[in-house]
């Protein structure tokens, strides 16, 4: 249904997409997969028809509607819901409907008016589908006469999925659809991605989404090469991704220990040349020196040929692309860092949100905060750090805690001026020279360092928040997100690094991957209280 043809594309100097190939069939689900910055959402937007690629061309099966999911919605100032997403209110398929039957009325000759009206006479039945899907995103009301630029951004990116999930489309190019939902709206697009019977191309960061939907990959690279389709599940692309990085280790191994016998020879027949040279003035055994030395000529050009060789195996990366800092050691601390007695929490007065919380959070404590957007998660984190006062009960924190917050959005608003070394700097009281070695370790890049944080990528500046709490040392972690924007590998890293951290951590998360991998139990937010489950029964 969907074919890219040797697709290529670069962005001034930079190459993005080169030769990218990739057929999708009725059925068939292929997910996008690669870092930050390596062109998954310049690659829907070619398979979308709204960016011309530099070369290559794209294919549809006769006929087939696409439908494209953007990372974010994008408006003009005064455009409402009803505009931006007619499908979704009756009121507004019904004006729209008027208004374009109206002009062709007057017989005003428009293939694409006429399509538009076509697709929203489809759009007129589907209306209990669209209040359905609503429904299960999480939204409960949005007036078609509200201002689209004035909803959350969690409104805007739900009533867009809604508006794909219900187009009826053959060809689904989705980015990020699981930004802003909980886990029984990542739960319901599973489920609907799961029993789609067109193409799905997709772009996401949610492992266990991936691993349950996708057929099959489009593995891209940070340098722009040419991409890979892997065929199987996201775990076992994991397993086929060690399992190479394994092998590049074996093969850089006997590279180096033939270059090294190499190059012991060569030492060898230098110091006997030079040992005959020096030793004898005997011409039939200088004349064999001379022969000696032609041997070790010929070597060394043989090792700069080896050296220059396309084929050479470059040393492999041990550590993951994106965070490479560690947790420090948590230190002496009390058994129990957080506690909280009969609380209810009502922010701004009015009825609680959350109520009869009894908790406690003690050393070594690794708990998942899960729960409908809107629960109170938040709200939770903000009263033990005492940016929210219970309106009864009561929350006490250890004196021996080292109290970490990252939070959902953007924690370095206030340094957006800064570089990121100069940020580091402010942040964690150390000098250039550290600060500077810090940032080059999780953020991998040296033009990275000296570049204002508002020039940064969300995702960039997300990984350096989170890095900076390793660096304070701090043996509480409040983590609202924490893997929100990060690419896959980074999110590996995150989870590599939280493993070794030895004091007590409490991460709101939908990251369904994070809560198996490192959750031991999980408080689950219900009917306004706080349920203790095990991450089996939420994952």
Do not use: C
């Amino acid at each position: 249904m969907l074919q890219l043809n040797q697709v290529s594309q670069a962005y001034g100097p930079r190459s993005v997409l080169s030769r990218a190939s990739v057929v999708v069939n009725r059925g068939e689900a292929f997910g996008v997969i690669g870092p930050n910055g390596s062109g998954k959402s310049t690659l829907l937007r070619i398979a979308a028809g709204l960016l011309p690629p530099d070369s290559g061309h794209v294919e549809t099966a006769p006929g087939a509607r696409i439908a494209y999911l953007r990372q974010a919605v994008e408006v003009p100032d005064g455009v409402t819901a009803g505009e931006q997403f007619p499908s979704l209110f009756p009121d507004a398929v019904a004006n729209a409907l008027a208004a374009i039957g109206g002009r062709l009325a007057t017989g005003e000759d428009n293939p694409a008016l006429t399509e538009e009206y076509d697709a929203l006479v489809d759009a007129a039945g589907r209306g209990d589908e669209a209040r359905e899907v609503l429904e299960a995103l999480g939204v409960n009301y949005v007036a078609s006469d509200a201002e689209v630029g004035r909803l959350s951004g969690g409104e805007q990116a739900k009533l867009a999925l809604a508006e794909v999930m219900t187009s009826g489309a053959d060809i689904l190019l989705l980015d990020e659809p699981t930004n802003h939902l909980d886990l029984a709206g990542i739960r319901w697009l599973e489920d609907r991605l799961a029993t789609f019977e067109g193409a799905v191309l997709l772009v996401s960061h949610d492992r266990a989404l991936l691993d349950e939907v996708a057929d099959a990959f489009v593995v891209l690279d940070a340098d722009g090469g040419t991409p890979e389709v892997f065929a199987g599940t996201y775990s076992e692309w994991i397993d086929e991704r060690e399992r190479r990085r394994e092998e590049q280790w074996a093969a850089f191994g006997r590279q180096q220990r033939a270059e090294r016998k190499l190059k012991d020879h060569l030492t060898q027949l230098e110091s006997r040349s030079r040992y005959i040279e020096n030793s004898t003035i005997n011409f039939a055994i200088r004349k064999k020196a001379k022969k000696i030395a032609r041997r070790s000529t010929t070597l060394k050009r043989r090792l700069e040929r080896q050296a220059a060789a396309t084929d050479r195996i470059e040393r492999p990366s041990d550590r993951p692309h994106g965070i490479q800092a560690a947790f420090g050691d948590a230190g002496r601390s009390a058994s129990r860092l957080v506690e909280a007695v009969g609380v209810d929490l009502a922010p701004g007065g009015g009825v609680p949100i959350l109520r009869g919380l009894d908790l406690a959070l003690g050393r070594g404590d690794r708990i998942a905060l899960v729960g409908p957007n809107g629960s109170g998660k938040t709200t939770l984190l903000r009263a033990i750090l005492g940016e929210v006062i219970p309106s009864r009960g009561s929350i006490s924190v250890a004196g021996s805690a080292r109290v970490g917050y990252l939070a959902q959005e953007d924690a370095l608003d206030h340094l957006l001026d800064a570089t990121a070394v100069e940020a580091v700097r402010r942040e964690a009281g150390v000098s250039a020279v550290d600060a500077s070695n810090f940032v080059h370790r999780v953020l991998l890049g040296r033009t990275q360092a000296t570049t204002p944080l508002r020039q940064l990528s969300y995702g960039e500046r997300r990984r350096l928040a989170l890095s900076l709490l390793m660096l304070k040392g701090a043996n509480v972690l409040l983590l609202d997100e924490p893997t929100n924007h990060l690419d896959l590998e980074s999110r590996e890293a995150v989870e590599v690094a939280l493993d070794g951290f030895e004091g007590a951590l409490l991460a709101v998360t939908h990251d369904r991957y994070l809560i198996s991998a490192l959750a031991s139990t999980v408080w689950s937010v219900e009917d306004g209280r706080v349920v203790e489950r095990s991450p089996e029964e939420v994952v």
